[in-house]
């Protein structure tokens, strides 16, 4: 990973047995948590599979449930769909998203992929290789 010369200034003055948190190493640098770098990677593969044609098998299995089988007890675990719908709500600011708008925006190509660079630039300090 590569610093600016400024900000690994910064996270040098951090001794240890100052107990500083993560989330405040991470401010001082200028470096957003890697959650938004995944989100960001999980949308882009999204995005790319929803345009793909009906007939590809990753399409298939986007919206694919099983007809057998038994759900054990308590809450079901969350699912990949649940954590891009999650991701898109955040990126895009709209808090009720649902499947069909997120693949009604994935559909353009040109404005899902500048939505994820203007939320990569906001979230871009610090990593070198995105």
Not at 16 to 25: D, I, K, L, P
């Amino acid at each position: 990973m590569v610093f600016h010369q400024t900000s690994l200034r910064r996270i040098l003055r951090i001794k240890w047995f100052y107990h500083v948190s993560n989330e405040e190493v991470l401010r001082r640098a200028g470096i957003k948590p890697v959650e938004t770098f995944i989100s960001a990677a999980r949308l882009r593969w999204y995005g790319h599979v929803v345009r793909m044609p009906d007939y590809r098998i990753p399409k298939f299995l986007l919206n694919w449930k099983p007809n057998y089988g038994k759900r054990s007890r308590g809450r079901p675990r969350k699912d990949w769909k649940s954590c891009v719908l999650e991701d898109a709500a955040t990126f895009t600011g709209v808090k009720d998203i649902n499947n069909s708008k997120t693949e009604a925006l994935a559909a353009n190509r040109v404005q899902w992929r500048n939505m994820l660079r203007r939320q990569r630039g906001v979230c871009d300090a610090g990593h070198s290789n995105d």
